[in-house]
């Protein structure tokens, strides 16, 4: 399974790239391999402001729905609505093309208390 070095990890599963005071987050390779294929990503919170943890949007596999929850507090700045027309891109291009929002970091000091990738491979067991 694929965590890769340069990402931050929540132990509720999404992955984070920081980029200066913007954060791209999506769900894990483990996370979608758990859900199964998915049929639907919902984010309704575009342009708010919300605390780390809040649920940000939802997604929505064959046999599920689950929350999806804000790594870092911030303002959604962007969704991919690629998502819209090819929700099966978290399935096949989680780290890439299958990224969900974008967040403007209210507090850099959050960014500490992420995962690196060695941690959360520990946590998954994979």
Do not use: C
């Amino acid at each position: 399974m694929d965590f890769p070095n340069e990402l931050k990890y929540t132990k509720d599963h999404e992955w984070v790239r920081i980029e200066g005071d913007t954060a791209t987050v999506g769900i894990t390779e483990f996370a979608q391999k758990e859900l199964g294929d998915i049929v639907y990503v919902e984010v309704e919170t575009l342009g708010e402001t919300l605390e780390k943890d809040a649920v940000f949007g939802t997604v929505e596999a064959v046999k599920t729905v689950s929350d999806l929850f804000l790594p870092l507090s911030g303002e959604i700045t962007a969704f991919n609505d690629t998502l819209e027309s090819e929700p099966e891109l978290v399935n096949t291009a989680p780290y890439g093309a299958g990224w969900m929002i974008r967040v403007k970091i209210e507090n850099q000091d959050e960014i500490n208390h992420l995962l690196d990738s060695l941690a959360y491979k520990e946590l998954t067991g994979a």
